[in-house]
């Protein structure tokens, strides 16, 4: 595998997780269900996992970046894990509707661990001539980190507008700027 080959996996990575929090934000309001505070520590992680992926499309491929990935995604499993603990006593409803049969919160700790054995696959066949050559960012590259950028800005515009300044309530209703 060349340096080209793992930036388009990490051009894939950074879009597949773009469009699942760009998904989880269309559910958001095509459903009128608000995250609760957990979902919105999960988009976090997201954003933290989208983060390190945006760093290797930028510069090029760097162990520490993964680094980054590999933080935010075991900070959403973490999340994602204690919102299905909440919810696994039988009778215990779950939050928000399921999609596929599984919750957002069970999705996105199987996106969480997926992500995590990639990224870990992808550090054991790690070549130093991946980052020890100059880096150009391509087309693709370039629009994809723009979709992303503007994705985790609808989300930190809508988070505002659940909570405002304040603590997020634990189980939203409305929304604060618009109540």
């Known amino acids: 595998m060349n340096r080209d080959h793992v930036s388009l996996l990490n051009t894939l990575g950074l879009f597949g997780m773009t469009l699942v929090l760009l998904i989880g934000f269309v559910l958001q309001f095509a459903l ?19 983060f390190g992926f945006l760093l290797n499309v930028k510069y090029g491929p760097e162990q520490r970046h993964y680094g980054i990935v590999l933080i935010g995604a075991l900070f959403g499993a973490a999340t994602s894990l204690r919102q299905i603990s909440l919810h696994v006593i039988p009778g215990t409803p779950g939050y928000g509707s399921p999609v596929l049969g599984m919750h957002y919160y069970t999705w996105a700790f199987v996106l969480f661990a997926a992500t995590i054995f990639a990224v870990a696959v992808l550090l054991m066949m790690w070549r130093e001539e991946w980052s020890s050559k100059p880096f150009t960012m391509n087309g693709l590259g370039k629009w994809v980190c723009l979709l992303a950028l503007a994705v985790v ?12 300044p304040y603590q997020c309530p634990d189980n939203p209703v409305s929304y604060w700027l618009l109540s």
């Open 153 to 164: 800005a609808l989300n930190i515009l809508s988070t505002f507008a659940e909570c405002g």
């Open 32 to 50: 009128n269900e608000l995250p609760c505070p957990l979902c919105l520590l999960q988009r976090i992680g997201f954003i933290m996992v989208m």
